[in-house]
T-cell receptor, first 111, second 110 residues
Framework: GENVEQHPSTLSVQEGDSAVIKCTYS??????FPWYKQELGKRPQLIID?????GEKKDQRIAVTLNKTAKHFSLHITETQPEDSAVYFC??????????FGGGTRLMVKP | KAGVTQTPRYLIKTRGQQVTLSCSPI?????VSWYQQTPGQGLQFLFE???????NKGNFPGRFSGRQFSNSRSEMNVSTLELGDSALYLC?????????FGQGTRLTVV
């Protein structure tokens, strides 16, 4: 089955700096790659996603890139703010509609 | 539009008991997936239901089961509870690919 690895597991940045989280997946048939943000005690919230026919997608301060050949995708957050502090999860969905999550990255933005 | 609703929010059960958790998806969503979230293991996929049929299943023992009703509401059952089943159980509903999570049910087994 699909295996998704996420790095780093923790990331500390200064407010205003950029943050990058990277994920790799194993199933070349996976075609949908969402990112979720989970604040403490809350549900995971979908923040951005990308489909396999697209190489990059941006939404204000966040962007996601996908390299299908290398089977990896990344989340980029620019001009980080304290409210960006949370756990971020990447995921990959295969052709059978099964969503597999990475292990999560705890992002801490220091003011 | 109402979001995904899970009940109850909190549960405390004793080892050996069984438990049933409920998930009401967003109106119109026919797919419901269940996940177990623990601090050390992240989000582990349990199973997915679509139009009352189990479409996908994760690597959990047979003590974990589920079902979906004709109105797309789903239930998850865990029998013969073990201490290691203590976790946050999340369900997510989707129309096509975007999945939206409920707030979860926190299960504590003592």
């Amino acid at each position: 089955g699909e295996n998704v690895e996420q790095h780093p597991s923790t990331l500390s940045v200064q407010e205003g700096d950029s943050a990058v989280i990277k994920c790799t997946y194993s199933d070349s048939a996976s075609n949908y790659f969402p990112w979720y943000k989970q604040e403490l005690g809350k549900r995971p919230q979908l923040i951005i996603d990308i489909r396999s026919n697209v190489g990059e997608k941006k939404d204000q301060r966040i962007a996601v890139t996908l390299n299908k050949t290398a089977k990896h995708f990344s989340l980029h957050i620019t001009e980080t703010q304290p409210e960006d502090s949370a756990v971020y999860f990447c995921a990959a969905q295969n052709a059978g509609n099964m969503l597999t999550f990475g292990g999560g990255t705890r992002l801490m933005v220091k003011p | 539009k109402a979001g995904v609703t899970q009940t109850p929010r909190y549960l405390i059960k004793t080892r050996g008991q069984q438990v049933t958790l409920s998930c009401s998806p967003i109106s119109g969503h026919r797919s419901v997936s269940w996940y177990q979230q623990t601090p050390g293991q992240g989000l582990q996929f349990l199973f997915e239901y679509f139009s009352e049929t189990q479409r996908n299943k994760g690597n959990f023992p047979g003590r974990f089961s589920g079902r979906q009703f004709s109105n797309s509401r789903s239930e998850m059952n865990v029998s013969t509870l073990e201490l290691g089943d203590s976790a946050l159980y999340l369900c997510a509903s989707s129309l096509e690919q975007e999945a939206f999570f409920g707030q979860g049910t926190r299960l504590t087994v003592v």
